[in-house]
């Protein structure tokens, strides 16, 4: 089955504790994407990568770092977590169209991150 | 479920009737726009998507109209059912980037 797949899926940690998610997806795209969703805010971009060791900044990369080593994998790393990162993280992968943008993105299941 | 949907504006329809959920988009540079459905619980799925040089796409149920001109976005879905009973988003895609700006969301309920 095609799916993009995160981990944990809940997770309860306290400030300054070095944490990962992890995502993974099966479906050999190029790009993949890290969001997170507050209320009243939508979903707000973090990380993105547009293949296998080619990553930008999204809209809120303060406090967060990616990696992609492989093109399967994503991981999301908060090198020191504080408070204001709690909040619902998604990743999405997609096919790259070639011409600079991307498809429709295929979204996680979420992973709920509470710092306190 | 999530408390993401929190303080999002709300569509009540009856069970059969058609639905319009609008999205106002911030980038006149965007040049590819999604609609995505979000069920309690769920990530983002995917419902349908319009590129700038159309103005109407239509798929199962459901067709995306674009005003370019006023930057609005909209999704007709019809003969709504409960199962469409979601949060819905609107996302936009800068040309020539990889980046995705999502809005805020619109709660639709269905009424039996």
């Known amino acids: 089955e095609a799916q993009v797949t995160q981990n944990p899926r809940y997770l309860i940690t306290v400030t300054g504790k070095k944490l990962t998610v992890t995502c993974s997806q099966n479906m050999n795209h190029e790009y993949m994407s890290w969001y997170r969703q507050d209320p009243g805010l939508g979903l707000r971009q973090i990380y993105y990568?547009?293949?296998?060791?080619?990553?930008d900044k999204g809209d809120v990369p303060e406090g967060y770092k990616v990696s992609r080593k492989e093109k399967r994998n994503f991981p999301l790393i908060l090198e020191s977590p504080s408070p204001n990162q709690t909040s619902l993280y998604f990743c999405a992968s997609s096919l790259s169209t070639g011409t600079g943008s991307v498809d429709e993105q295929y979204f996680g299941p979420g992973t709920r991150l509470t710092v306190t | 479920g999530e408390s993401v949907g929190l303080h999002l504006p709300t569509l009540s329809v009856q069970e059969g009737d058609n639905s319009i959920i609008n999205c106002a988009y911030s980038n006149s540079a965007s040049d590819y726009f999604i609609w995505y459905k979000q069920e309690s619980g769920k990530g983002p799925q995917f419902i349908i998507d319009?590129?700038?040089?159309?103005d109407k796409r239509q798929g199962q149920r459901v067709t995306v109209l674009l005003n370019k001109t006023v930057k609005h976005l909209s999704l007709q879905i019809a003969a709504t059912q409960p199962g469409d009973s979601a949060v819905y988003f609107c996302?936009?895609?800068?040309?020539?980037?990889?980046?995705?700006?999502f809005g805020t969301g619109t709660r639709l309920k269905v009424l039996a």
């Open positions: 319009i590129r700038s040089n159309m």
């Open positions: 996302a936009e895609n800068l040309s020539g980037t990889y980046k995705y700006i």
């Open positions: 990568s547009m293949n296998v060791e080619v990553t």
